[in-house]
């Protein structure tokens, strides 16, 4: 199986080439890009930057496996990050762990069919703790309650 | 207290459209700066004690001065890679008044003679980075942005850079090195102040707050921001809150107040009605300040330095009587030993080393040498590192265990308990 961008990345490519001084900077537009189309980085992805931007392929494995938003592997449809940083928790992080636990019965680091548990760094939003990012939205000023009542929306 | 400039306009409805901002007054600056030779800029920048605002508090000019005098092609990398603990202010710039920064961001390039801009935004911003895309689009459609900015025959681009998920990529050069498409390393420093190299040519990092606060200084000129604040720490900082208190946000006041009153007046006191225990002033890397230092803090950048912490970026984490100050430091030792870039062997072994002591001292396993062992371990992890995060982390600790030694003794006289019964 091979991996090209689809015409939408090849545009936003060629668009985006004379903004940078260097086409090395595409390499983290790139790997978006490619995690956009697939809904993560696959090996035949990683190749088609390689080629693409003229690196080696260890170069790009180490950057993508540095970042910690790439997936190099697939993942469920809905990834909920619960912010786990001082302010979240002093805030009551764990009580939306729990409540999480109670309505999609996953705990930190566990997944289904359906959503993955993380417990993930800082997210800046530390004025509506504590905060959960489903995909890549935020949710703040978190209670168990609209917690439950969130991901209830998404479970039908 | 509060005192609006870079938030002016953050309570007006869709203040982040064009429409909206330019009837409050956005991109008025452009016309009077481009009237003015680009040094005239810097020089006013430096007059206005400007300092940057991401933490450091480096002075502003200074750094322009450092890339403008190169005379080659240079960049402007705006840092909003904000994922400092606590701080979380310049997504509200990004939010609520997008052009501000756009504004500031032709201004700071017009007097380093640059062409090109990019706003290194940090992965998890996806929001944010969509707004700042429309808000440069309607820019462009304008032609505000572009190969002749307001009919001033300057061209100038502005693209944003999305970062994906790593903290060190807030330090400048580790900055730079993931714009290059690198893991995000920081870099040696010269010992000469020399500015940042993006594909060896010079480039200038500032702070999202630092480029939005230069329209008002070009506007109402340096003695108008020099009339806010302090002698050194002039104009104006977009303070936060957040933790135990009733109105948790971000709060934009000059430098000088008291951080007890910032607390009692605007954050209308502790939730629930408890006491207040302790508060990390700027951001998790400046050491914690107890109660009793509250009452003494002024908040600007000398005074914070006088009673040992920092002002850092400005955003503060409150903590009540009930908190625990042991759970509270290996929330943030778990944090940093996460956040490490791996580069330095002290940092990286460190960081993690400190991360296990903790646990162990907080699961009740604590060895009565433990907290002599985290001051050994924090004071080989200060100044042998290529970047400040290790020196931060050591600063935290030395900060807890100077003013909270007595709970981790408490913490590990229960834990000789538990081997002795």
């Not at chain 1, 180490?62 to 940083?85: D, N, R, S, W």
């Not at chain 1, 359906?114 to 489903?134: D, I, N, R, T, W």
């Not at chain 2, 714009?179 to 594909?199: A, I």
């Not at chain 2, 999202?208 to 806010?228: H, L, Q, R």
Request: glycine share 8%; charged share 25%.
């Amino acid at each position: 199986m091979s991996f090209v961008f689809n015409e939408e990345n090849e545009a936003t490519f060629t668009a985006l080439l004379p903004r940078y001084p260097h086409h090395k900077s595409l390499v983290l537009p790139c790997l978006w890009m490619a995690q956009y189309q697939e809904g993560y980085i696959s090996a035949e992805a990683m190749d088609f930057i390689c080629k693409k931007l003229d690196v080696p392929l260890a170069h790009l494995y180490g950057v993508a496996t540095f970042y910690t938003m790439f997936y190099l592997e697939e993942i469920p449809k809905f990834h909920i990050q619960v912010c786990k940083t001082l302010s979240c928790e002093l805030c009551g992080k764990n009580d939306i762990l729990k409540a999480i636990e109670e309505e999609v019965g996953l705990k930190v680091n566990e997944s289904n069919e359906l959503f993955k548990v993380s417990q993930v760094e800082c997210l800046g939003a530390c004025g509506g703790a504590p905060m959960l990012q489903l995909n890549e939205d935020y949710h703040e000023n978190l209670t168990p309650q609209s917690t439950k009542e969130l991901l209830q929306r998404f479970c039908k | 207290m509060i005192q609006k400039i870079v938030s002016k306009n953050f309570n007006i409805e869709n203040s982040h459209t064009l429409e909206v901002a330019k009837k409050n007054g956005a991109y008025q600056s452009i016309d009077r700066a481009f009237t003015l030779k680009p040094t005239d800029i810097e020089i006013e920048i430096s007059k206005s004690g400007l300092r940057g605002k991401g933490g450091g508090g480096a002075s502003a000019g200074a750094k322009w001065c450092l890339v403008s005098v190169t005379n080659e092609k240079s960049y402007l990398i705006v840092n909003a890679d904000e994922s400092e603990p606590g701080t979380f202010k310049d997504r509200q710039i990004m939010q609520y008044d997008p052009h501000l920064l756009i504004e500031g961001i032709i201004l700071t390039c017009y007097a380093i003679h640059s062409h090109d801009a990019y706003i290194y935004v940090r992965g998890e911003y996806k929001f944010f980075a969509d707004r700042l895309n429309e808000a440069i689009k309607e820019a462009y459609e304008d032609g505000i942005l572009g190969q002749n900015v307001k009919d001033f025959g300057y061209r100038m681009d502005i693209t944003v850079h999305r970062g994906a998920g790593a903290y060190i990529c807030g330090e400048k050069s580790a900055l730079v090195e993931s714009l290059e498409g690198n893991r995000g390393h920081p870099r040696l420093k010269p010992h000469e102040p020399s500015p940042e190299y993006y594909f060896g040519k010079p480039a200038l990092v500032n702070n999202v707050e630092t480029i939005a606060s230069v329209p008002f200084i070009i506007n109402e000129g340096a003695d108008a921001y020099k009339a806010f604040g302090t002698e050194k720490s002039p104009g104006t900082l977009l303070f936060g809150m957040s933790g135990h208190i009733n109105n948790p946000g971000i709060y934009e006041m000059a430098f000088g107040e008291s951080m007890q009153d910032f607390i009692d007046k605007i954050g209308g006191g502790i939730k629930n009605g408890k006491k207040l225990k302790a508060v990390i002033p700027g951001g998790a890397s400046t050491p914690v300040l107890n109660a009793e230092e509250v009452k003494l803090a002024k908040l600007d950048y000398e005074s914070m330095k006088e009673i040992g912490s920092a002002l850092g970026t400005g955003g503060m984490i409150i903590m009540d009587e009930d908190t625990c100050m042991v759970g509270a430091l290996k929330n943030l030792l778990s944090f940093y030993h996460h956040e490490s870039c791996g580069q330095c062997t002290p940092c990286r072994e460190g960081t993690a080393w400190v991360d296990g002591i903790i646990e162990n001292i907080l699961n009740n396993k604590g060895k009565e040498d433990d907290i002599d062992l985290l001051s050994d371990i924090s004071k080989t992890m200060n100044g042998k590192t290529i970047c400040v995060f290790a020196p931060a982390v050591s600063m935290v600790i030395d900060g807890f265990i100077l003013r909270f030694r007595n709970e981790f003794e408490t913490y590990i006289a229960k834990s000789k308990e538990a081997v002795d019964v």
